[in-house]
């Protein structure tokens, strides 16, 4: 099992450019997540979605897209980058492991934006 | 809504000291609550969970118990070690719900 597996690990990109960051879980887990990570703000969840085909916006969606067409992989696109998008991406996947839903968290992609 | 408060860091401890890192929270309904760690350059892990009141969660020398009446989940170990130098989040998940809230994080520095 790999676990949840993120690429690129870092990325710079300019002012109004476009990306997607790649996310992938062999765990067949039913919900992944994506979150941003700032100093001293802790992980907010940017989006999220309880299964293939249907995703919901959480606490910090503005100017970020996703999709997930199959249970594997849940990528984020930034639709035009900006400087306040600099941060530290993580996903993660959680699925009921007896009645609990513990997070696993990949590596984390680390975006600067100029 | 559902909140996280954990103290603000960073908490430098010589090896062998006792840690504790404040937790409180505040949930309508019945909450579960967890502890990730961080260890540095790598992404979240849970440490250890409790899923009702007064039950504790355990692993690796830490512990913390989930005390309803004070909205709280302290972490604690008793000797702590440099190779537990991370940052540590405290965070519940509601009833019903898979969505997880986060505390800000505490970055912890053991020295030898």
């Known amino acids: 099992n790999a676990g949840v597996t993120q690429t690129p690990k870092f990325q710079v990109l300019k002012t109004g450019q476009s990306m997607t960051l790649q996310c992938a879980q062999d765990m067949n887990h039913e919900y992944m997540s994506w979150y941003r990570q700032d100093p001293g703000m802790g992980l907010r969840l940017i989006h999220y979605?309880?299964?293939?085909?249907?995703?919901d916006q959480g606490e910090v969606p503005n100017g970020y897209n996703v999709s997930r067409s199959t249970t594997e992989d849940f990528p984020l696109r930034l639709l035009s980058a900006a400087p306040s998008q600099t941060s530290v991406y993580f996903c993660a996947s959680s699925g009921a492991s007896g009645g609990e839903y513990e997070q696993y968290f990949g590596p984390g992609t680390r975006l600067t934006v100029t | 809504g559902d909140s996280v408060t954990q103290m603000e860091g960073p908490v430098t401890l010589s090896e062998e000291a006792f840690l504790t890192i404040n937790c409180t929270y505040t949930a309508t309904g019945y909450p579960s609550l967890f502890w990730y760690v961080q260890y540095p350059g790598e992404g979240l892990q849970l440490l250890l969970k409790a899923t009702k009141a007064d039950d504790k969660g355990s692993n690796k020398g830490f512990e913390a118990t989930y005390r309803k009446e004070t909205t709280s989940f302290h972490l604690e170990k008793g000797s702590v070690q440099v190779s537990d130098s991370a940052v540590y989040f405290c965070a519940l998940r509601n009833t019903g719900g898979f969505k997880t809230i986060f505390g800000a994080g505490t970055r912890l520095f053991v020295k030898a």
């Open positions: 979605s309880v299964g293939a085909g249907i995703t």
